[in-house]
């Protein structure tokens, strides 16, 4: 299987922002680089879920092996291609570790070892399959298809390039939904909130078929919630909606930009602050199931009731009538409404109390003064302990 990029789903907003979901094959030797960029989401296929059979057959028929046999030196970059004779074999050194590595393998499967611990000695030469949501891909493309990138990575994000160029995003409305591993027709048959589900099953399992090798939207659907409620999250991030309302703020919402997260509209994603945003500073301590409820309403609507619609991770916009201007959706607030709203909501805040501060030359020169005034007062005969009662009032 060599190193590959294919489109899983390619969506345009009305707001004309592009979101594209990829499935990709890498060396897992790299991996980690590819993990650094944070304008991902991500699912990888698991080392520690295949079987040791199934992974010792994949090292050996399909190794990961490096795509350029570069010359040793100073930096991160390597000094040119080494000569033929010298890359063939580097090849053949590289595949007998493969081999050594596999034989020890084998030697832990036979003392009981499980294959998350055993599965590691061969990551080196495999490759991992995984798929990959984003809307920013331009810093990826900059840093990855670079001259000095790794070789192994740079040819992923040519691969990648390709994809992404040669696709043309599907334009959605405002209540639609982006849709990894949903095919054609299955939206229809599922039902919006159905196939959504369906979509983060299938995005955790990197297929659109389970372990079983069958298509079973009731197995994916069982898994969306198992996954729900261990607070695996990740696989949440794949499906989402264009911001909702037009002329409403773009936003950060996660990783994606002008697009709501399904992930970030489920309360129980952060189940350790009580499922709301009251320890937020600066953010109204109101239910995000509100935005939950959006998520799988017409959005064009906008009316489902009168609090404050947060989005986490993105900007706070006020319905219309919160600011006075009715239920009709003809009109947005502007930033001075908003900011006069927010500032009736926010309950004034008494200054803290202040302590003068007493500088340090302040207390050498009263302790100077203390000692002079002790020392006049011995030397005029004066009882110093009547003297300093004398101070004092």
Same mark, same amino acid.
């Given at each position: ?10 969506s ?9 979901t990829?499935e990709?094959?890498c060396?897992?030797? @790299?991996w980690?680089?590819?993990?650094t960029?944070r304008?991902?989401s991500?699912?990888?296929?698991s080392?520690r879920a295949?079987? &040791?059979?199934?992974f ?6 399909d190794?990961?092996i490096?795509t350029?046999?570069g +010359?040793?030196?100073?930096g991160?970059q390597?000094?040119g291609? @080494?000569?033929?004779e010298?890359?063939?074999?580097a090849e053949?050194?590289w595949l ?6 596999i ?13 998350? &611990?055993s ?6 030469w ?14 990826f493309f900059?840093?990855?298809r670079a ?5 192994e990575?740079?040819?992923? !994000?040519?691969r990648?390039w390709e994809?992404?160029m040669?696709s043309?995003p599907?334009?959605l ?14 939206r229809?048959? =599922?039902?919006?909130e159905? !196939?959504?589900?369906? +979509? ?7 297929s659109? =078929?389970?372990?079983?090798?069958v298509?079973?939207?009731t197995?994916?659907?069982a ?10 999250? +990740?696989?949440?991030?794949?499906v989402?909606?264009?911001?909702i309302?037009?002329?409403?703020? =773009? ?8 697009w709501t ?7 129980a994603e ?12 600066g ?6 199931s509100? !935005? ?10 906008? &009316?489902i009731?009168?609090?404050?619609d947060? &989005?986490?991770?993105g900007?706070?916009?006020l319905?219309?009538?919160?600011v006075?201007?009715?239920? +009709? ?8 409404e ?6 009736a909501?926010?309950p004034p ?9 007493v500088?340090?030359?302040t207390?050498?020169? !009263?302790i100077? @003064?203390?000692?002079?005034a002790?020392?006049?007062?011995l030397?005029?005969? =004066?009882d ?10």
């Amino acid at each position: 299987m060599p190193i590959a990029a294919r489109i899983l789903a390619d969506s345009v907003s009305p707001a004309g922002i592009r979101l594209t979901t990829m499935e990709i094959v890498c060396y897992r030797y @790299v991996w980690a680089e590819f993990m650094t960029h944070r304008c991902f989401s991500r699912n990888a296929g698991s080392t520690r879920a295949t079987p &040791i059979a199934t992974f010792i057959t994949r090292v050996l028929d399909d190794p990961a092996i490096p795509t350029r046999w570069g +010359s040793n030196g100073k930096g991160m970059q390597d000094h040119g291609e @080494v000569a033929p004779e010298v890359a063939a074999k580097a090849e053949k050194v590289w595949l007998r570790a493969r081999d050594n590595a596999i034989e020890s393998v084998r030697e832990l499967e036979e003392l009981g070892i499980h294959k998350q &611990i055993s599965n590691r000695l061969l990551e080196p030469w495999s490759l991992i399959t995984a798929i990959v949501t984003a809307t920013d891909w331009g810093n990826f493309f900059d840093l990855r298809r670079a001259p000095d990138a790794q070789p192994e990575i740079r040819v992923l !994000a040519e691969r990648m390039w390709e994809a992404y160029m040669s696709s043309t995003p599907t334009l959605l409305g405002w209540d639609d939904y982006h849709l990894p591993l949903i095919q054609e027709g299955e939206r229809a048959q =599922l039902g919006d909130e159905q !196939a959504v589900k369906v +979509s983060v099953g299938r995005c955790a399992r990197v297929s659109y =078929l389970t372990h079983h090798g069958v298509r079973d939207p009731t197995a994916d659907i069982a898994l969306h919630d198992q996954l729900a409620g261990n607070g695996h999250w +990740s696989p949440f991030e794949h499906v989402a909606r264009p911001q909702i309302g037009p002329g409403e703020y =773009l936003s950060q919402c996660g990783n994606l930009w002008g697009w709501t997260q399904y992930r970030k509209v489920l309360p129980a994603e952060h189940p350790y602050d009580g499922g709301d945003l009251m320890k937020r500073p600066g953010i109204e301590a109101v239910s995000v199931s509100p !935005a939950y409820k959006r998520f799988f309403t017409d959005s064009k609507t906008l &009316i489902i009731d009168g609090t404050p619609d947060i &989005i986490r991770g993105g900007r706070q916009r006020l319905r219309p009538e919160r600011v006075g201007l009715g239920s +009709s959706p003809a009109r947005w607030p502007t930033d001075a409404e908003i900011l006069s709203v927010k500032a009736a909501m926010t309950p004034p805040v008494a200054p803290p109390a202040t302590t003068p501060e007493v500088s340090w030359w302040t207390t050498i020169r !009263a302790i100077v @003064v203390l000692i002079f005034a002790l020392l006049g007062a011995l030397y005029l005969g =004066l009882d110093v302990a009547q003297f300093i009662v004398s101070l004092g009032a």
